[in-house]
């Protein structure tokens, strides 16, 4: 009778998944330890141009960020000029001073001589508003900075 | 009585949560860029700038479609680093007695006399820029980096070029004598320093 029919051996054995979390486990800690935060929302585009003679950038250091580049495709109403980001907001040129005198005021003072500004600029920007932005630098007396880049060959910029 | 064996905990969703976790990660964080070609801003100046001599200037001028125009004459920027090695090297006045150059009376008189001025339009790109300034700063690293191999031996860093003192001198974990190497690569910063002066349209 049918009642008493043997179950079918039903196919193949399922796969053992019991090392799964294991697996997994051993990414999200690759990616805690690699990676860090992010600082800052970019409303703008920021492809960093590369080069080969570069040096590690000092983390013992403090280190502002001064962000270029043009508006990305949501905030498509600033134009499509080459734009200076601050934290985490357009910002004018003028600003620049401001931010700077901000940075330092939140340091130790031992440590405002060594402060650092790192130009995270695109690599599709103009040299007009990061020379404007420069020219800020030098008025406010922050004559350390840092043209971020990453590494790479650098001819592979020109084109 | 027979002893009873603790029930197996289910840990078949350990997997989703490890997942939830890894996921969060991979979106809230970025791995950075820290890496970039160090530069000093000169300080704003009242007093007038000094009287240098045409020979000893070498000017690398962008125009706004980013070609380049070095001493007058154009250049490809992959040509642009031997150029520059050439002009800092060049040894016009004979005071340097490491340099190699051609010693060309109408070119630099020795490396502290050599100025580089580095002219953008306000329509070139950042790019490009950056490609220059790595050219130039290349430049500078070769002629550093074969006058280290020269003096290292006599100062006990042999077969070490500029560039690798300078990644051992921040290495924490180095235990060489950081003093010595620091006075060494101070004293070829000394003999080769970096003049660059910018100019902006």
């Not at chain 2, 939830?20 to 970039?36: P, Y």
């Amino acid at each position: 009778m049918s009642k008493f029919k043997k179950k079918k051996d039903g196919g193949l054995a399922p796969i053992n998944t019991a090392s799964l979390p294991d697996i997994v486990f051993m990414l999200l800690f690759f990616f805690m330890v690699a990676t860090v935060m992010r600082e800052n929302e970019l409303k703008i585009k920021n492809s960093l141009p590369v080069a080969n003679q570069v040096e590690k950038l000092d983390k013992k250091n403090p280190v502002s960020y001064i962000y270029m580049g043009k508006p990305s495709a949501n905030y498509k109403q600033y134009g499509t000029e080459a734009r200076i980001q601050l934290n985490d907001d357009f910002a004018s040129v003028g600003d620049i001073i401001s931010f700077i005198g901000a940075e330092r005021a939140a340091l130790r003072e031992e440590l405002i001589p060594f402060l650092t500004v790192s130009l995270k600029v695109d690599k599709d920007a103009n040299m007009g508003i990061v020379g404007d932005v420069k020219q800020e630098l030098r008025k406010t007396n922050a004559l350390k900075i840092n043209y971020t880049t990453g590494v790479g060959d650098a001819l592979s910029n020109m084109q | 009585m027979a002893k009873r064996s603790a029930p197996e905990v289910n840990a078949g969703s350990m997997a989703d949560i490890a997942f939830l976790l890894l996921i969060f990660f991979l979106v809230t964080t970025t791995i950075e860029k820290d890496s970039g070609i160090n530069r000093k801003l000169p300080p704003i100046e009242e007093t007038d700038p000094p009287i240098i001599k045409q020979k000893n200037i070498f000017t690398v001028l962008i125009n706004k479609h980013d070609q380049l125009l070095v001493e007058d004459e154009p250049m490809e920027i992959k040509d642009l680093r031997k150029a520059a090695v050439e002009f800092l090297d060049n040894n016009g006045d004979g005071t340097c007695d490491f340099c190699k150059g051609a010693r060309d009376p109408k070119s630099s008189d020795n490396p502290d006399k050599a100025i580089i001025s580095l002219k953008n339009d306000r329509q070139t790109s950042y790019g490009a820029y950056i490609s220059v300034q790595n050219e130039l700063v290349a430049a500078y690293n070769e002629l550093r980096n074969r006058r280290a191999l020269e003096v290292g031996p006599s100062k006990g860093f042999p077969n070490m070029n500029y560039q690798e003192m300078n990644k051992l001198h921040d290495d924490v974990r180095w235990t060489g004598n950081k003093t010595k190497l620091g006075d060494l690569i101070d004293q070829i910063k000394l003999e080769i320093p970096q003049k660059l002066s910018e100019v902006v349209e």
